[in-house]
């Protein structure tokens, strides 16, 4: 059976009764463990524990506000650091002993003070500068460091060498060097010809037919990383979830899994339309197309329709989370209603699965049933003539 003893009040010396099995064992009974002392800094009382071995001095936040009106930073000079006051305007960059040197005027050798923070420090005297003597000085080439003339009269005195002028840069397209000037602010990264073959193109979306303009750098960017041209307008693009969630609903009505292809339409004024069919069979149970809903304010909706009955079963639309739903997983959603009770059934976003590869896909939820979540993956299928297809399979519980 465990065993009680006391032990003495390291303050007082009263026993404290203490048991055998406890491994922190107290110095102190509870009405001596704790005392009260006066910030140094605002004055007011701070609790202070007999056990620690050194007790503050200050509260914390009197400390660190302190402390934060001042910090350190090096010397350009010397190295050595030197305190800085967060309230000064201008903020020192030297020692005051460091700060000032004296050099030897290249006219007159008599010596000038000069400033260790001045962009441009003198090299002569104001009056040596003014004789006519003066009106030539040196400065350095800022590429290979060596002197250049320059007349104090030039409004525009070169910061280069001739022969240092030009530098030689990788073109970002085909690679081969490409002459700028150093002193260039927006120098070009692509041969002049090299961008005429990435000029901005029209591309007929592969959904709904319509044409759309890649842009020369966009171009640029998929011929670097190897991708090609996108396929898709940014109509389609957006309307790519509100597909895949309708697509998910309808998987809770037909009990088979779908396979959807996404055709178009017309000749003149294309319209693409998403049919849905039984993946067992082949056969084409429902399709969705695309509408706008609103006068004012037009929105963007996928409606599908059962192709037995003609008749509508749902509309997909562009959901809204909630504030804190929105904070923590800020995520586009659709929500998918039933065209008959008009009530919200689905909610549906894409998510992604892997680390190295990976994996987007649609995953859509049933409000009825919380837990069970319907998957929409696309997927290409053929060799000579590749399809897009989108695949929904049996709703999987979480």
Not at 15 to 34: G, L, T
Not at 220 to 225: E, G, M, R, V
Not at 258 to 274: H, M, P, Q, S
Not at 318 to 325: C, D, M, P, T, V
Request: aromatic share 8%.
């Amino acid at each position: 059976m465990s065993k009680w003893s006391t032990i003495d009040c390291k303050h007082c010396g009263s026993e404290i009764p203490v048991h055998e099995d406890w491994s922190d064992v107290p110095e102190y009974c509870k009405e001596c463990a704790w005392f009260e002392e006066d910030c140094e800094i605002c004055g007011n009382p701070m609790r202070i524990h007999r056990g620690w071995e050194k007790p503050p001095r200050v509260h914390k936040e009197c400390r660190e506000a302190k402390a934060a009106q001042w910090y350190e930073k090096q010397c350009m000079h010397c190295g050595r650091p030197m305190k800085v006051h967060r309230d000064w305007e201008n903020v020192p960059d030297y020692h005051k002993e460091c700060a000032w040197y004296e050099a030897e005027c290249e006219i007159c050798s008599k010596p000038m003070r000069i400033h260790r923070a001045w962009e441009n420090p003198p090299r002569v005297h104001k009056e040596c500068r003014d004789a006519k003597a003066a009106q030539w000085y040196e400065k350095p080439c800022k590429h290979c460091g060596r002197a250049m003339k320059i007349h104090r009269q030039w409004e525009s005195p070169p910061a280069y060498h001739k022969e240092c002028q030009w530098t030689a840069v990788d073109c970002e397209i085909c690679g081969k060097d490409l002459q700028i000037g150093r002193d260039w602010i927006n120098p070009p990264r692509s041969h002049a010809d090299c961008l005429k073959r990435f000029a901005p193109k029209n591309v007929e979306c592969g959904q709904c037919g319509k044409f759309f303009e890649v842009s020369t750098r966009f171009q640029i960017k998929c011929h670097k990383q190897g991708w090609s041209l996108p396929q898709r307008c940014e109509e389609c693009k957006h309307d790519a979830l509100l597909i895949k969630g309708a697509i998910g609903a309808l998987r809770d009505k037909f009990p088979f899994p779908l396979e959807t292809t996404i055709e178009k339409r017309g000749i003149l004024f294309t319209d693409k339309v998403a049919v849905v069919r039984n993946k067992i069979n082949d056969e084409a149970v429902a399709e969705i197309i695309m509408d706008k809903e609103g006068i004012i304010f037009e929105k963007r909706i996928a409606k599908a329709t059962d192709l037995r009955t003609r008749q509508e079963i749902s509309r997909t639309k562009e959901g809204k989370q909630g504030l804190i739903e929105n904070i923590i997983n800020p995520k586009r959603v659709v929500d998918t209603y039933d065209s008959g009770s008009k009530r919200r059934t689905h909610r549906t976003q894409m998510e992604k699965k892997g680390v190295i590869w990976e994996k987007h896909f649609a995953q859509t939820t049933s409000f009825d049933h919380p837990k069970a979540t319907i998957i929409t993956t696309t997927e290409t299928k053929g060799v000579f003539f590749p399809k897009r297809k989108l695949q929904t399979n049996k709703p999987k519980t979480t």
